[in-house]
């Protein structure tokens, strides 16, 4: 789940850059609104989140299993 949040993520930034860059150029008109790029960052933002607390919530799981084996292996 965390690695498909991740590609998500990226896809939808990359995505948003190379529309960005169009719409200086004016190429691809027809698929390059204002609306889509604001979409493709709220998708970012969103898969972000998502992906940084399954990410910390991870971390804090590891962390409370090496903090009861230290408190096991000082008694």
Do not use: C
Request: proline share 0%; net charge positive.
């Amino acid at each position: 789940m965390k690695k498909a949040l991740k590609i998500i993520s990226t896809v939808a930034i990359l995505m948003f850059g190379i529309l960005w860059v169009f719409s200086k150029f004016e190429i691809l008109t027809a698929y390059n609104s204002i609306d889509l790029r604001n979409i493709l960052v709220v998708i970012y933002l969103f898969t972000s989140l998502k992906y940084f607390q399954m990410e910390v919530k991870t971390k804090n799981e590891e962390i409370q299993k090496l903090r009861s084996q230290l408190d096991n292996s000082k008694t």
